[in-house]
């Protein structure tokens, strides 16, 4: 479905509910829509992940009109919430990004599959801010990424293969885990691609980012496991691109 390109782009952290649930109805049929899920009665698609506070949700819209979304998640040595990669890649992701740095993934990233796939708008203004965080907020950056969003990954965003393919429950494709030292790569990132550079007003946006994104919890004595992620109906969820 094609948008007057007249029409602004305004991007927001989503922070109440009506809203969270829009988000989970575009991420359900970006991913439906790439047979990457399958059907669900409920219409969208949520994790655990979501319900946690060192995570962040962007909504993108153009006008009026939700057309992207993408989470930030963060993580520090020593607290208790980790990211969905720590329970996927485990060792890999150990030895891929070094001890005791700030790390913050990028996932759950999702265009409206309704509107023009070849305008690159609205992935650069959701990576612009995904990059704004990572870049104040740590000092590694990860993703787990499909193969066909790999090159993508690396030519543009200058990011590392850390991981042969790993499967998620219920993604039906295998997703590579990525790495980037943040501060070796963003002045070159944004040399090439200045679209990317974050400005004033997108540094404002940071206000908005609750205090407990980036809190350090101690870890507790015993080990901690991660449940499974749940989706919206109840059922095992990644938390992947």
Not at 63 to 80: A, D, I, N
Not at 206 to 223: G, N
């Amino acid at each position: 479905m094609a948008i007057s390109s007249r029409e602004t782009l305004r991007i927001q952290l989503v922070h109440d509910a009506a809203l969270r649930d829009e988000v989970f109805r575009l991420r359900y049929r970006a991913y439906l829509s790439e047979g990457e899920i399958p059907e669900s009665r409920s219409g969208m698609f949520a994790d655990q992940y979501d319900e946690r506070p060192n995570q962040v949700t962007w909504a993108l819209f153009h006008g009026e009109r939700l057309v992207g979304t993408m989470r930030s998640m963060f993580y520090q040595p020593g607290r208790q919430l980790r990211l969905p990669e720590h329970k996927v890649y485990g060792d890999e992701l150990l030895q891929a990004v070094p001890e005791n740095v700030r790390v913050v993934s990028g996932n759950r990233f999702a265009i409206d599959p309704e509107t023009d796939r070849s305008d690159k708008r609205y992935s650069f203004a959701l990576l612009k801010h995904h990059m704004m965080v990572t870049l104040v907020k740590a000092d590694w950056a990860i993703a787990a990424v499909r193969s066909n969003h790999l090159a993508f990954y690396r030519r543009v965003l200058q990011m590392q293969i850390a991981s042969e393919p790993r499967f998620y429950d219920e993604m039906n494709s295998g997703f590579t885990l990525l790495t980037a030292n943040v501060l070796d790569n963003y002045s070159a990132i944004c040399s090439r691609h200045p679209s990317l550079r974050a400005s004033t007003s997108d540094l404002a946006l940071l206000k908005s980012i609750p205090a407990s994104f980036d809190t350090v919890v101690s870890e507790p004595t015993s080990p901690v496991t991660d449940q499974q992620p749940v989706s919206a109906q109840g059922s095992v969820s990644p938390a992947p691109h």
